[in-house]
């Protein structure tokens, strides 16, 4: 039969200008939080992480921040460009060791010419 | 270097059958993860090994579900008596220890189709 999947967030930004995806997550207790980009048939790739005592984290065009009081995860993507249209996950852990991730439902992201 | 590869790419079986899923972790990592990703949504954990054992096998769904890693390398999801709600990406990833922040590297999947 005909399988039903969710319809992912969308996020639609022209290229050269600032994407921002947004993650709300459920468990107090989480303490750890991973960004993931996913391509189409591949599996999800790590961009940058972020443990509970700092509110954010910066890398490669890539900026995490965390908002403990509202449970609030963001990405945002400075300059971006085609490559980076995929699907983006976040995903938090307990104590810390990131050995049983669990993941939202995704925002796809596409980058428009 | 070569990353988290799993075999086969794509399988297909009929209700009922056995299949098995195989995953080679990067060379070095001592921890080792099942996900299964269904279409639209975000992975789900099924299990985790440090070297040979299940450390945490609590997402796997029912007992038709097992899997091994008898030499802390290889490792093979066992799924027994398919069901066509079994049809998904399974997802596997390695890490270098397991533990505290320890990125998990993900596979390409396996995509399961159950008819």
């Known amino acids: 039969g005909e399988s039903v999947g969710l319809h992912l967030p969308t996020l639609s930004v022209q290229e050269g200008d600032n994407s921002i995806i947004n993650c709300a997550y459920s468990?107090?207790?989480?303490?750890?939080f991973i960004w993931y980009k996913q391509e189409s048939g591949k599996g999800p790739q790590f961009i940058i992480d972020?443990?509970?005592?700092?509110d954010k984290r910066q890398g490669q065009r890539v900026t995490v921040l965390l908002n403990k009081t509202v449970k609030h995860l963001s990405l945002q993507i400075a300059a971006t460009q085609p490559g980076d249209s995929a699907v983006y996950f976040c995903?938090?852990?307990?104590?810390?060791?990131?050995?049983?991730?669990?993941f939202g439902s995704g925002t796809q992201l596409t980058v428009l010419p | 270097g070569a990353g988290v590869s799993q075999t086969p790419s794509n399988k297909v079986t009929e209700k009922g059958k056995y299949v098995e899923l195989r995953c080679d972790p990067i060379s070095g990592h001592t921890a080792l993860y099942w996900y299964r990703q269904s279409l639209g949504q975000g992975p789900e954990f099924l299990i985790y090994f440090q070297g040979t054992g299940a450390a945490d096998d609590s997402g796997l769904p029912n007992d038709r579900f097992f899997a091994v890693r008898p030499e802390g390398s290889v490792s093979t999801l066992k799924i027994q008596r398919t069901e066509r709600g079994d049809s998904a990406v399974y997802l596997c990833?390695?890490?270098?220890?397991?533990?505290?922040?320890?990125?998990?590297?993900f596979g390409p999947g396996t995509r399961l189709t159950v008819l």
């Open positions: 468990n107090s207790a989480s303490d750890y």
């Open positions: 990833a390695s890490s270098f220890r397991g533990g505290d922040a320890d990125t998990q590297y």
């Open positions: 995903a938090e852990s307990i104590g810390g060791s990131a050995r049983q991730l669990t």
């Open positions: 972020i443990r509970s005592n700092m």
